[in-house]
């Protein structure tokens, strides 16, 4: 892939046209885009929970319509084999050669649909490819293409033949974000609008997989003060201390939670973190990665989402940042 640059205005508008596009698609859910589009600049993961018939699938193929970008699909099932996902060697007679044949997670999108039908072991092998963007078949790495970014779906209510994730993957996914349903004067405009599938078949790629490389190096250097990184830090350690908390935010994921503010300053056009991008971000890159005590899985992320709300209200918010946030107001 040619490396190219790109001027920070010139991106701005870009993803303005991406989030644009997509809320086309996908009606009421501005803050949820902003949410995808912060991931995919941040080179992070997106689990997307929710009931069915929410549009997950609809947002994750809209995304990967309106990026000059291979998309591959993953149904997950308790069947599905990891080399239905990665690949497999397959021996060629003429050439007296085994030669590798790409799985669908050998894309720059990848859609892995309700993710917690597959088993553990299958499970297991997407691990590589969302930490160090590569796979491992017969011994032989295979680098993933750039931009890559995996989508999951998976549906919180449906128990029976499912398996729930590990928490070593769970900490891998950026961000868990739940779409929920539309207000009812959205689902009336919905109705008023069903030609989703239509729209998806006739998109045009807005920006291209270069181009979306070039935005995820500038995100890495957007500035964030050291104010707001001991304010990550006392939001990591209170979530260690709270009462219902088995174990609290790794460095892991203060350093998620960090890249992925990077990413959302950028996006507004900014070149360096503010309180209010941190405190934007919170729910949907800390909640999933705290265990609880006791509680339901029914309820468990109800309640990891209120855990973070009520360690974001006892951390006090940092006011002056030095460098370039000087005498910014949180």
């Known amino acids: 892939m040619r490396k190219i640059r790109i001027e920070h205005e010139y991106a701005v508008e870009l993803l303005n046209r991406l989030g644009n596009r997509i809320a086309d698609v996908i009606i009421g859910k501005k803050q949820e885009i902003q949410y995808i589009i912060a991931a995919m600049l941040s080179e992070g993961h997106v689990l997307l929970e929710d009931v069915p018939g929410t549009g997950k699938t609809m947002l994750i193929r809209t995304v990967a319509s309106s990026l000059n970008c291979a998309m591959g699909r993953i149904q997950c099932t308790p069947d599905v084999m990891p080399a239905d996902v990665t690949g497999v060697s397959i021996y060629h007679v003429q050439a007296g050669e085994f030669r590798f044949r790409p799985g669908p997670l050998m894309n720059n999108i990848v859609l892995a649909d309700e993710i917690n039908r597959a088993s553990p072991r299958t499970q297991s092998s997407l691990l590589e490819a969302m930490e160090e963007r590569s796979v491992t078949v017969d011994g032989t790495t295979h680098a993933l293409p750039r931009p890559f970014l995996l989508l999951a779906t998976q549906n919180p209510l449906q128990f029976e033949g499912t398996y729930r994730l590990p928490e070593a993957q769970l900490d891998r996914f950026m961000m868990r974000i739940t779409l929920g349903y539309p207000e009812p004067e959205q689902e009336v405009e919905l109705l008023s609008r069903v030609r989703s599938q239509e729209m998806l078949e006739n998109m045009h790629p807005i920006m291209l997989a270069e181009e979306v490389v070039a935005m995820q190096r500038e995100v890495r250097q957007v500035h964030v003060d050291t104010v707001i990184k001991q304010y990550l830090v006392g939001v990591a350690v209170a979530t260690r201390a709270h009462d219902a908390v088995r174990l609290g935010i790794s460095p892991r994921?203060?350093?998620?939670?960090?890249?992925?503010?990077?990413?959302?300053?950028?996006?507004?056009?900014?070149?360096?973190?503010?309180?209010?991008?941190?405190?934007?971000?919170?729910?949907?890159?800390?909640?999933?990665?705290?265990?609880?005590?006791?509680?339901?899985?029914?309820?468990?992320s109800e309640v990891q989402e209120q855990v973070i709300r009520e360690v974001l209200s006892s951390v006090p918010v940092p006011v002056q940042m030095g460098g370039q946030g000087r005498g910014r107001k949180a």
């Not at 950028?266 to 705290?290: K, M, N, T």
């Open 253 to 300: 994921g203060t350093l998620a939670w960090m890249t992925a503010a990077q990413a959302y300053a950028y996006a507004q056009g900014r070149s360096y973190v503010i309180p209010d991008d941190v405190q934007s971000l919170a729910v949907p890159v800390l909640s999933h990665r705290i265990q609880l005590k006791l509680v339901n899985r029914a309820d468990s």
